[in-house]
């Protein structure tokens, strides 16, 4: 079959009547979750995976791809309305969107994102539908020493590209990885890290982890470590709506954002941090209205939004080819796809058609249910944003709490969230990043497999590692991923001595 | 004074360097199972482990040269330089009474006092009206999640209600 065969087939899938609503709820509750002030897109979906398990796998693919665009839309909501940088991929939104919002320009500024994010993800999934299975059938030929590099140049990236120093980014990837040895080895059966806890020979559950380090460990930080100064909302006048000037300086930049955004998610390059923020440069430095920048410039939404989306889109090119996640979110998309029982990677494609073909066509399904459902309705999302502080965080911690407890009903999974919590708070004292972690740990195990899966096949000659062209590449990128920015120091050093 | 400011960043790399030799020390204490092969189950957690502590004794010199780092902003408020421990262990004590309640006294009870100790740390300090939003929500969440979603959720001591 080809590929627009397969697609249309899983139209055909995500079109029923129960899943059109299931689609429709999944949009409403990430809306409403990313809409909050303090829930990224990760915390986001992590937090509504319960809800996903009860439904039948389609349709849990439907509710969960409304989810996770719905909760990215949320989040520009709440950037350009409360000017919250909390969220790594809406910095750049809020910098202008709120000045936009700040000017009485709320309307179109929420409408450019909505618009921009829908045009981005449509081209991104219509990108991912084709490139993705190529990607696939290459990557069948990928050896496990293949993997092994890969996984260790995504370590790599993303530890040094978040956060602003590399070894603080590398010990977050430390901590996730030795998380992601506790329990008994696959392979061999022997126990690591249990210290005799029964619990814990199953290992450590992905999602509790996720959750307590996002929402238990932001709770502690902010009353800890923040005066309570509270919020200012800008009042939306008027609808979401364009004018037809807007629309002649938006399209531009919804299709260059996405151009800079797809690529980028591809690559590991830890997230929507740097794809955000190289759309916003572009945009500033070819727009005709250079003085509105800083002030309130709609290409500073529009390019930046759409980047993001496209980000988004690209991170499930790796994520569904070779089951590597390069974000946070991503990571959490992996996780859900394993509480289905589908492991995303090469054979996915070949194993599970179906699936990912549904998944696919639910993308472009979400995102266009996302535009209808949502503009109309900004107003009704703007009223979150009144939940009082106080509230708002006994909220997110109650309901972190609960969903620890019931991914499989055990106390043990309780204390160890509140242990990660712990940890949570302790990373963004000492300024270190926290998706590392997260990637170490789930990609962790999966490195280790691929490195003993080599090692087994050449006998424990190391030189199998690198024997191949692939790997030989990606060591190289390694090298200068790493070796890179120590040279940028230091000739800036030296061009400081001057 | 350096000191003083210096000694939550070396107490941070300290506990990384100890997580490290857990690790390594784990590794070589582990029972191997026969049969596990050329490639055992110990060589990863060793590469773990002594990259935890290089990446542990890295930070130590970093912090020693004076290169701290830099506490993450947040959307909530300016930071504060000296932690509110008060705050804190009220945020970090209704916590900790979850995992004590939730099977004992029952999800209402246990979430209800989450939510009221985490409310009041953060600054609703009218004891009645945080009760009452407190028990509301609990309530509210208990029957969304066990009646509407089938997630089996403890009744407790309140089992008779149900």
């Given amino acids: 079959?080809?590929?627009?065969?397969?697609?249309?087939?899983?139209?055909?899938?995500?079109?029923t009547l129960t899943n059109l609503g299931f689609g429709i709820i999944g949009t409403i509750l990430g809306t409403l979750v990313g809409v909050l002030p303090g829930i990224g897109p990760a915390l986001a979906i992590a937090l509504l995976l319960p809800i996903t398990y009860t439904v039948s796998p389609a349709a849990a693919l439907i509710m969960f791809a409304a989810i996770y665009y719905?909760?990215?839309?949320?989040?520009?909501?709440?950037?350009?309305?409360?000017?919250?940088?909390?969220?790594?991929?809406?910095?750049?939104?809020?910098?202008?969107?709120?000045?936009?919002?700040?000017?009485?320009?709320?309307?179109?500024?929420?409408?450019?994102?909505?618009?921009?994010?829908?045009?981005?993800?449509?081209?991104?999934?219509?990108i991912l539908a084709f490139a993705a299975p190529s990607l696939a059938g290459w990557a069948i030929r990928v050896t496990a020493a293949d993997y092994f590099a890969l996984m260790l140049v995504a370590f790599t990236t993303v530890g040094t590209l978040l956060g602003n120093s590399m070894l603080r980014g590398m010990a977050s990837l430390g901590v996730g990885l030795a998380i992601g040895l506790v329990g008994s080895d696959l392979q061999s059966g022997a126990v690591r890290l249990t210290f005799g806890n029964l619990h814990a020979i199953d290992g450590i559950e992905t999602v509790t982890v996720i959750v307590s380090l996002f929402a238990l460990g932001e709770a502690l930080y902010i009353a800890g470590r923040a005066k309570a100064t509270g919020w200012s909302i800008v009042p939306m006048k008027g609808k979401a709506l364009m004018t037809r000037e807007d629309l002649k300086r938006s399209w531009k930049p919804w299709l260059r954002g996405t151009a800079i955004g797809f690529p980028l998610g591809i690559v590991p390059a830890g997230g929507s941090e740097v794809p955000t923020f190289l759309s916003y440069a572009t945009e500033k430095a070819l727009s005709k209205h250079k003085d509105e920048f800083g002030k309130g410039a709609i290409e500073g939404v529009a390019g930046p939004e759409a980047a993001n989306n496209a980000n988004a889109a690209g991170a499930l090119v790796p994520l569904l080819a070779l089951g590597l996640p390069t974000s946070a979110?991503?990571?959490?998309?992996?996780?859900?796809?394993?509480?289905?029982?589908?492991?995303?990677?090469?054979?996915?494609?070949?194993?599970?058609?179906?699936?990912?073909?549904?998944?696919?066509?639910?993308?472009?399904?979400?995102?266009?249910?996302?535009?209808?459902l949502n503009l109309p309705f900004v107003r009704v999302w703007v009223q979150l944003l009144k939940i009082p502080r106080p509230y708002l965080f006994s909220g997110i911690t109650c309901f972190a709490l609960m969903g620890a407890y019931v991914a499989n009903n055990a106390i043990f999974d309780l204390w160890i969230a509140l242990g990660v919590g712990v940890i949570g708070f302790v990373f963004r004292r000492f300024g270190v990043p926290i998706t590392p972690l997260i990637i170490g740990l789930i990609l962790g195990p999966m490195a280790e497999l691929q490195m003993r899966r080599a090692l087994q096949i050449s006998f424990g000659d190391i030189s199998a590692l690198y024997a191949t062209s692939i790997s030989k590449i990606l060591y190289l990128a390694l090298f200068a991923v790493i070796i890179g920015p120590l040279v940028w120091n230091f000739k800036k050093k030296l061009a400081l001595n001057k | 004074m350096i000191n003083k400011k210096i000694g939550g960043e070396l107490a941070f790399a300290g506990s990384l360097l100890i997580l490290g030799l857990v690790v390594v020390f784990d590794s070589f204490n582990m029972l191997v199972p026969p049969g596990s092969g050329i490639i055992g189950p110990q060589i990863f957690p060793y590469l773990v482990g002594g990259f935890i502590i290089a990446i542990a004794l890295g930070l130590f010199i970093q912090i020693f040269r004076g290169n701290l780092g830099v506490p993450e902003g947040t959307e909530f408020g300016d930071l504060v330089d000296k932690t509110d421990y008060k705050s804190f262990s009220m945020v970090a004590g209704a916590m900790l009474t979850y995992p004590v309640l939730i099977e004992r006294a029952g999800f209402v009870i246990a979430t209800s006092l989450v939510f009221w100790g985490v409310s009041y740390a953060f600054g609703a300090t009218k004891i009645l009206k945080n009760l009452a939003v407190s028990v509301i929500f609990s309530l509210v969440v208990y029957i969304a999640f066990s009646k509407g979603l089938n997630v089996n959720l403890p009744a407790g001591i309140l089992g008779f209600l149900a």
């Fill in chain 1, 329 to 372: 979110t991503a990571a959490v998309v992996l996780v859900a796809f394993q509480t289905y029982n589908i492991q995303p990677g090469p054979f996915l494609f070949v194993t599970n058609p179906d699936i990912v073909w549904t998944l696919i066509a639910s993308l472009f399904v979400g995102n266009t249910l996302l535009l209808l």
């Fill in chain 1, 1 to 15: 079959m080809s590929n627009v065969e397969s697609l249309l087939h899983g139209f055909a899938g995500a079109l």
């Fill in chain 1, 70 to 126: 719905g909760a990215m839309y949320g989040g520009s909501t709440t950037s350009i309305l409360l000017n919250t940088p909390g969220e790594s991929g809406s910095v750049i939104t809020a910098l202008e969107g709120h000045q936009m919002a700040k000017r009485g320009r709320a309307g179109a500024a929420l409408a450019t994102a909505a618009i921009g994010s829908f045009i981005a993800g449509t081209i991104a999934t219509g």
